[in-house]
């Protein structure tokens, strides 16, 4: 009877130890595991919250570098307006006084010049259109088309062209560009 009593307790034994395992099991894989990877995300959703938080901190703090620097921007905008953009009576005059000091200092020979007034103003500044015809050296007619592109004015060259002169003679250039004008 002693090796069937100890028969019988070890079965018990052998029956809990298999629930147990059964039962961590069970833990393991409908409690631990879920929470834990509920968890990890969690922790992702975190981390990328903190990301976005960094990131529009530093948008914040640019926009107050912008906010403070508004004032001082107003300022050198109407000092802009008013030192570098002619108005509208004095544009022509300043326009074509401008071309023939750059077509001197480069060895140019200035044509036909255009104006044209924007016929509908619909921004704060006119734009008056100058076409310009110019013959000369090819190294002038580059350096009088650099010198109306970097000018102090508000000037913007549009298109310009090229065209060889007969006989290898002085090669022509038109010229598109735009000044603006306080109105």
Do not use: W
Request: charged share 30%; proline share 6%.
């Amino acid at each position: 009877m002693r090796k069937s009593r100890r028969q019988i307790v070890n079965r018990i034994i052998e029956v809990f130890g298999a629930g147990f395992v059964a039962l961590d099991l069970v833990a393991f894989f409908g409690v631990y595991r879920p929470l834990a990877i509920r968890l990890d995300t969690q922790a992702h959703h975190r981390a990328e919250l903190r990301q976005t938080i960094r990131n529009l901190q530093v948008r914040v703090e640019v926009l107050k570098k912008y906010e403070a620097a508004q004032p001082d921007v107003a300022k050198a905008l109407e000092d802009f307006a008013s030192d570098r953009i002619p108005p509208r009576r004095e544009g022509y005059s300043t326009a074509d006084h401008f071309l023939h000091k750059v077509a001197d200092a480069a060895g140019v020979k200035l044509g036909n010049i255009e104006f044209k007034l924007e016929p509908q103003h619909k921004d704060p500044l006119e734009r008056l259109e100058l076409e310009i015809a110019a013959d000369g050296p090819y190294p002038g007619l580059i350096k009088f088309a650099h010198s109306l592109e970097t000018a102090d004015d508000f000037m913007l060259v549009r298109e310009f062209q090229f065209t060889p002169g007969e006989n290898f003679g002085p090669i022509s250039l038109k010229l598109k560009a735009d000044l603006y004008l306080t109105p």
